[in-house]
């Protein structure tokens, strides 16, 4: 069982950064699983952002963040990343980040990352919240 947690979600202002933080709980380490961070606005669905491979050699974005954010990880440390800057009042959300099955390929990942169906495992959420 794999227990996610996410940190660092606060209110800053448009044009500003933060940094999210996934950990893993426990004595699971997540160095092996490919990781994805979702987000969900107020009255729409949760939607993709950003996906990363076990090995934090390769990476994918939605649309709507690329060059303003940026994931990588620290398996050292069981921990994702989620850097965001030039935030904008439409990346207001809760965000979330969320691992597959243990034993997912990344061949399989590769095809399917922006998915939610892909992931097992979900964080409880962190608010970022940008002001005009």
């Known amino acids: 069982q794999v227990q996610l947690v996410e940190s660092g979600g606060d209110l800053v202002q448009a044009g500003g950064s933060l940094r999210l933080s996934c950990a893993a709980s426990g004595t699971v380490s997540i160095s092996s699983y490919n990781m994805g961070w979702f987000r969900q606005a107020p009255g729409k669905e949760r939607e993709f952002v950003a996906a990363i491979k076990w090995s934090g050699s390769i990476t994918y974005y939605a649309d709507s963040v690329k060059g303003r954010f940026t994931t990588s990880r620290d398996n050292a440390k069981n921990t994702i990343y989620l850097q965001m800057n030039s935030l904008k009042p439409e990346d207001t959300a809760v965000y979330y980040c969320?691992?597959?099955?243990?034993?997912?390929?990344?061949?399989?990942?590769?095809?399917?990352?922006?998915?939610?169906?892909?992931?097992?495992?979900w964080g409880q959420g962190t608010q970022v919240t940008v002001s005009s």
């Open positions: 969320a691992a597959p099955n243990a034993g997912n390929l990344f061949s399989t990942f590769e095809r399917s990352y922006a998915f939610e169906r892909t992931y097992t495992y």
